[in-house]
């Protein structure tokens, strides 16, 4: 059984792992899109690089993810009942809960 300690420092090192990949799909998509980062990159193309590491991250989560059990259980837990009376509202906190679990889990999936 880890110690707390050990499951800190091996949260740490996963966090770590995980930042350093984000941080490199970061750099590449900058580049496949012809971006250069820094100081000087406008907000567009930062909105550009971000939007497509998103896209990735989501792309991974979805991976081996039932998606139509994720969007029932992700609506039980904030309270919504799908189905034809749900609201814009209601739909539209289910799909962004459920686009910040696929990102979450995209970054947990490092392959």
């Given at each position: 059984?880890?110690?707390?300690?050990?499951?800190?420092?091996?949260?740490?090192t996963?966090?770590?792992?995980s930042?350093?990949?984000?941080n490199?799909?970061?750099?590449?998509?900058?580049?496949?899109?012809?971006?250069q980062?820094?100081?000087?990159?406008t907000?567009?193309?930062?909105?550009?690089?971000?939007?497509?590491?998103?896209?990735?991250?989501?792309?991974?989560?979805?991976?081996?993810?039932?998606?139509?059990?994720?969007?029932?259980?992700?609506?039980?837990?904030?309270?919504?009942?799908m189905g034809?009376?749900?609201?814009?509202?209601?739909n539209?906190?289910?799909?962004?809960s459920?686009t910040?679990?696929l990102?979450?889990?995209?970054?947990?999936?490092?392959?």
């Amino acid at each position: 059984m880890a110690t707390k300690s050990n499951k800190t420092s091996m949260n740490s090192t996963n966090n770590s792992n995980s930042s350093n990949y984000n941080n490199n799909l970061k750099y590449e998509i900058a580049d496949e899109l012809g971006v250069q980062l820094g100081g000087d990159a406008t907000a567009r193309d930062n909105g550009r690089v971000g939007g497509q590491v998103t896209k990735q991250l989501v792309s991974r989560g979805q991976q081996n993810t039932d998606r139509e059990s994720m969007k029932y259980e992700t609506a039980e837990e904030l309270g919504i009942q799908m189905g034809a009376d749900a609201t814009a509202r209601e739909n539209g906190r289910v799909g962004g809960s459920i686009t910040k679990k696929l990102v979450n889990k995209g970054k947990g999936s490092n392959n």
